[in-house]
């Protein structure tokens, strides 16, 4: 759905950009809106291609985060087992775990890791006399992070589970990626609950009286009241969808 909305946004701001770069140029509308609807395709042609490649039928990162929080902790422990097999001494000591005497502790939360979860790590590297850990999260946070390097005894690295990605995929060990494939009206439907709201509707109504008001001291007023008009009807489907949902 994300990338859904991207390139919704990525359309819609590169069919404006190429309307602004045509304005000047001596055309009629029509013409204007056919070149800027043109460019926009080349647009969104390229930068799909550039942007949202091909894995290869990998899993991607994202969607490996996403594996981790549903699969948990165990899932996190056995990947990075796995990866040191027999070259490093891995131990698992149940609410963390070590790597050749440096601890682990693993995060697979959608919430960001509480600063009194670190305090908690914090103090049983302490107990243990462990100088430097790590927390791997699914979750990041800057304050989190400006909070760690408060500590001084013990080093704590804060940091995401990329690296262990990174060398699931070198190894070709990553979860086989499941892939459904979502039907046309099922993705019409879930952009149109994501869209047109009822916030969303009063934002519209907002922009639509607004240009009415514009309309009456402009003498542009034919486009005010067409872009008026345009809002005027996403403001109705909004709170019709919202009516429907309710």
Not at 121 to 143: E, H
Not at 236 to 244: N, Y
Request: proline share 3%; aromatic share 14%; with cysteine.
């Amino acid at each position: 759905m994300a990338v859904i909305l991207d390139l919704i946004l990525l359309t819609l701001t590169g069919f404006a950009g190429a309307y602004v770069a045509v304005y000047f140029l001596p055309l009629s509308l029509p013409f204007r809106l056919i070149l800027s609807a043109l460019i926009t395709m080349l647009i969104v042609g390229f930068a799909r291609k550039l942007i949202f490649k091909p894995n290869g039928g990998k899993m991607s990162y994202r969607k490996y985060v996403t594996y981790l929080i549903w699969q948990g902790e165990d899932c996190a422990k056995n990947a990075l087992k796995s990866l040191c097999a027999d070259k490093r001494d891995f131990r698992d000591m149940g609410e963390y775990v070590t790597i050749d005497d440096k601890a682990v502790f693993l995060w697979t939360k959608y919430g960001a890791i509480s600063a009194d979860t670190m305090v908690k790590f914090y103090r049983t590297c302490k107990s243990n006399n462990i100088s430097k850990a790590y927390i791997l999260t699914t979750n990041g946070d800057k304050k989190t992070t400006a909070f760690i390097k408060n500590f001084g005894d013990v080093a704590l690295i804060y940091t995401n589970f990329k690296p262990i990605y990174n060398a699931l995929k070198k190894r070709e060990a990553l979860p086989p990626d499941s892939k459904y494939k979502i039907s046309a009206k099922q993705t019409l439907s879930m952009i149109l609950q994501t869209a047109f709201t009822r916030k969303n509707g009063f934002r519209f109504i907002g922009v639509s009286l607004l240009l009415l008001a514009i309309s009456f001291v402009t003498p542009f007023a034919n486009y005010y009241i067409a872009i008026a008009s345009v809002n005027l009807c996403f403001a109705i489907a909004c709170m019709a969808i919202s009516i429907k949902n309710s």
